[in-house]
């Protein structure tokens, strides 16, 4: 079991509201970044996204715990194995993603993760027996409204939307589920797709398909 999961603890709801406000706000803003390297494939996209990932959280985690560090990254075979379907399940998530916005769906994107408050609390309800207050059932019923209305408007079955909920939910679902800290869960889960990526990445260069380090340093550093 990591200790990397802290104990609940007085105003952690509020910090856990803002932090959800906060990754919405960021995955709302995605879509311009992403449009400025519409040129890159989404697949190349998610490649370097957990390579360069590995060192980001290896460093941030060592400067956090010194010593601690090899004790907190220190998990049981079983553990390992289900992040790496956690991994595949996330990995799924940012294609879906960065393939609807390189090709023009963002509206999709914005109904899929409008979906996702209510895949949550469908998986919760069905596998983790959790229950509604009458205030959340009210909003809950809302957002399926608004979820209907989207659909409709796009005039055909939102599969990129479903896809995107559906993903991120079960990912949810089982990280919830385990016993490892977000910090070192991400770690685990972007080393183990590490050799998926890194291999892609080999096999578009051989094939002079890679637009990464191409001569376009704006894209490069984008």
Same mark, same amino acid.
């Given at each position: 079991?990591?200790?990397?999961?802290?104990?609940? &603890? /007085?105003?952690?709801?509020?910090?856990?509201?803002?932090?959800?406000? #906060?990754?919405?706000?960021?995955?709302?803003?995605?879509?311009?970044?992403?449009?400025?390297? /519409?040129?890159?494939?989404?697949?190349?996209?998610?490649?370097?996204?957990?390579?360069?990932?590995?060192?980001?959280?290896?460093?941030? $985690?060592?400067?956090?715990?010194?010593?601690?560090?090899?004790?907190?990254?220190?998990?049981?075979? &079983?553990?390992? #194995?289900?992040?790496?379907?956690?991994?595949?399940?996330? #990995?799924?998530?940012? $294609?879906?993603?960065?393939? #609807?916005?390189?090709?023009?769906?963002?509206?999709?994107?914005?109904?899929?993760?409008?979906?996702?408050? $209510?895949?949550?609390?469908? $998986?919760?309800?069905?596998?983790?027996?959790? &229950?509604?207050?009458?205030?959340? +059932?009210?909003?809950?019923?809302?957002?399926?409204?608004?979820?209907?209305?989207?659909?409709?408007?796009?005039?055909?079955?939102?599969?990129?939307?479903?896809?995107?909920?559906?993903?991120?939910?079960?990912?949810?679902?089982?990280?919830?589920?385990? /016993?490892?800290? /977000?910090?070192? +869960?991400?770690?685990?889960?972007?080393?183990?797709?590490?050799?998926?990526?890194?291999?892609?990445?080999?096999?578009?260069?051989?094939?002079?398909?890679?637009?990464?380090?191409?001569?376009?340093?704006?894209?490069?550093?984008?």
């Amino acid at each position: 079991m990591s200790p990397d999961r802290p104990q609940a &603890r /007085p105003g952690a709801g509020r910090i856990g509201v803002g932090a959800a406000l #906060a990754a919405y706000i960021f995955w709302g803003l995605a879509p311009i970044y992403f449009k400025q390297i /519409p040129d890159v494939p989404a697949l190349e996209i998610i490649a370097h996204r957990i390579v360069w990932a590995i060192p980001l959280l290896a460093g941030f $985690l060592l400067l956090r715990d010194r010593g601690k560090f090899l004790q907190r990254v220190r998990l049981p075979l &079983r553990t390992v #194995a289900i992040l790496g379907g956690c991994g595949l399940l996330v #990995a799924t998530n940012w $294609l879906i993603f960065v393939w #609807a916005v390189v090709n023009d769906q963002v509206l999709a994107t914005s109904l899929g993760y409008f979906i996702g408050p $209510l895949v949550n609390f469908l $998986l919760g309800f069905l596998f983790l027996k959790e &229950r509604l207050t009458r205030i959340q +059932g009210i909003g809950v019923v809302i957002a399926a409204a608004g979820t209907l209305y989207l659909g409709w408007f796009l005039g055909a079955p939102p599969w990129i939307s479903l896809g995107l909920a559906f993903s991120f939910g079960f990912y949810g679902l089982i990280r919830k589920m385990l /016993p490892v800290g /977000p910090m070192v +869960g991400l770690l685990w889960e972007t080393l183990l797709l590490a050799p998926l990526a890194v291999g892609f990445v080999a096999w578009s260069w051989q094939r002079g398909r890679l637009v990464f380090g191409g001569g376009d340093v704006g894209t490069d550093l984008l």
